[in-house]
């Protein structure tokens, strides 16, 4: 029975609670999932929960964002070990640029006239890592805006006068950190990214898969990437990247999947690796 490895919940940016994800993915008819959320792990041990409870694989994952020359290169980690010091401590850098990121966006719009509460945004947040959604809804609240989409345009978007960058990994480093806490590192939506000349240097540096089925790629672009993976000899994945049904997408859990067989040979893949 087919996976789907590429999930988020509320402890990114999806709109449905791990438990929820699972219940989902169990009427699917799905037998296995990946959490991966965007540089949090938090998700991971409420699925397992409930994935015990109705027979569904959990595959622990992430989703790292990095970037490269401009270009945002999301790198998937499977099979991650959720106690390993160094990712927990890489984990905690990320969030705490992320929170001192929000003090210095109100700090521009405070030089813009717009007075908006740094506590206010996280609040908004709630346990979800605080970001620039957040603050176009508080800008939103304050009546300053009339959409979320009108804050980005003006305020927050990459060229805007209050954006702020934030401590990203290289797409290099995150692999190398996914390889040193024993997972296995896949490059995320290559057509999205929109950068293959990224991958002999990802390959370098020890990536192992492509997720070549993927909810944004058609079959043209699925059948492409299956022969990139192959000329760089990298295993296969795939996944949804559903991020709930609030989430304006309009894309459904396992769709696509990924085979048994080619899940199958992720898993040998790490447990190949990890004998002993
Ligand atoms: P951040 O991680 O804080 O930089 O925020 C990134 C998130 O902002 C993305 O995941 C999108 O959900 C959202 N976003 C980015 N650009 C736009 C935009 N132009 N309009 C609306 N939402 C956006
Ligand atoms: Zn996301
Ligand atoms: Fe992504
Ligand atoms: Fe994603």
């Known amino acids: 029975m087919p996976a789907d490895l590429h999930l988020h919940t509320i402890f990114s940016d999806g709109t449905e609670t791990p438990e929820m994800i699972v219940e989902l993915a169990k009427k699917k008819g799905l037998t296995a999932i990946a959490i991966t959320d965007h540089d949090v792990i938090a998700g991971i041990e409420p699925a397992h929960r409930r994935g015990a409870e109705l027979g569904l694989e959990i595959v622990p994952g992430i989703e790292f964002t990095s970037e490269?020359?401009?270009?945002?290169?999301?790198?998937?980690?499977?099979?991650?070990d959720l106690k390993n010091e160094a990712l927990l401590a890489k984990l905690a850098q990320l969030q705490k640029s992320r929170e001192e990121r929000i003090y210095k966006i109100c700090d521009k719009l405070k030089n813009l006239n717009l007075?908006?509460?740094?506590?206010?945004?996280?609040?908004?947040?709630?346990?979800?890592?605080?970001?620039r959604p957040h603050v176009a809804q508080a800008l939103l609240a304050?009546?300053?805006?009339?959409?979320?989409?009108?804050?980005f345009d003006r305020f927050l978007d990459n060229r805007g006068p209050a954006y702020v960058e934030h401590y990203k990994l290289s797409p290099t480093e995150a692999?190398?950190?996914?390889?040193?806490?024993k997972g296995l590192a896949v490059y995320a939506h290559p057509a999205v990214s929109n950068c293959d000349k990224i991958i002999p240097e990802l390959t370098a540096a020890g990536l192992t898969g492509i997720?070549?089925?993927?909810?944004?790629?058609?079959?043209?672009?699925?059948?492409?990437?299956?022969?990139?993976?192959?000329?760089?000899?990298?295993?296969?994945?795939?996944?949804?990247?559903?991020h709930g049904f609030k989430s304006g997408r309009e894309i459904n859990i396992g769709e696509p999947s990924l085979s048994d067989k080619l899940f199958q040979k992720l898993k040998d893949e790490y447990l190949r690796r990890n004998k002993s």
Do not use: C, M, Q, W
Not at 214 to 224: A, C, E, I, V
């Open 115 to 131: 007075l908006v509460d740094p506590e206010k945004v996280f609040a908004i947040a709630g346990h979800r890592a605080a970001g």
């Open 68 to 80: 490269a020359g401009g270009a945002e290169i999301h790198i998937l980690g499977y099979f991650i």
């Open 211 to 242: 997720e070549a089925y993927y909810s944004g790629h058609d079959n043209y672009l699925t059948n492409f990437y299956i022969r990139l993976a192959e000329k760089y000899g990298l295993l296969l994945t795939g996944g949804s990247d559903f």
């Open 175 to 181: 692999v190398g950190l996914i390889n040193a806490v």
């Open 142 to 151: 304050r009546g300053d805006v009339k959409s979320v989409k009108e804050a």
